[in-house]
């Protein structure tokens, strides 16, 4: 997996919202990237509609959540209308995003996990699994805060 403070490897991906590229939120945005392995299965239910519930905590803490996955752009957009998920949901179809990512499994599985990527490009936070709405939102916060001077 990508280590902490490592450049975030760059991508344009199709998505629910238009072609997404990460590096168009550098200097902008924090991005918060969930990868997560199937469309409408209970695990990532769960996962995108917390990211959903949370849309103005995420705003208020600059960053854009985007999540990824192999399934169909059709497959996505269906999802995203029936549950109002406003956020991009990217196509990851070769799977290549995620193996850049390290969240590729043998077999072609996607380990669910999360990433923060700083407005400067770096990855800065992550953890596999489904981590709570409050860990993720804990982590922006100390990464919001100015540093000590």
């Known amino acids: 997996m990508i280590q ?9 991906l199709p998505s629910t919202k238009g072609p997404f590229r990460l590096s168009a939120l550098q200097g902008e ?8 392995p199937k469309d409408k299965t209970p695990g990532c ?3 995108l509609s917390a990211a959903r519930d949370a849309a103005s905590d995420y705003a208020g803490r600059n960053a854009q959540v985007v999540a990824i996955n192999p399934d169909s752009l059709s497959s996505h957009q269906a999802w995203a209308d ?5 956020f ?4 990851d179809e070769n799977r290549q995003v995620a193996e850049a990512y390290g969240v590729l ?8 996990t999360v990433f923060i990527v700083s407005d400067e ?13 409050t860990e993720i939102m804990n982590a ?8 000590n001077r």
Not at 4 to 12: K, S, V
Not at 105 to 112: A, D, F, L, V
Not at 125 to 133: I, K, M
Not at 140 to 147: H, I, M
């Open 45 to 47: 239910q769960q996962q």
């Open 88 to 91: 991009p949901i990217c196509v």
């Open 121 to 133: 490009g770096r990855v800065v936070w992550s953890q596999e699994g489904l981590p709570a709405t």
């Open 4 to 12: 902490l403070g490592e450049q975030a490897p760059d991508f344009t």
């Open 105 to 112: 499994k043998p077999g072609g599985g996607i380990q669910r």
């Open 29 to 36: 945005k924090f991005a918060v990237l969930l990868f997560y």
């Open 82 to 86: 029936e549950e109002g998920f406003d």
């Open 140 to 147: 922006l916060d100390l990464l919001n805060e100015p540093p």
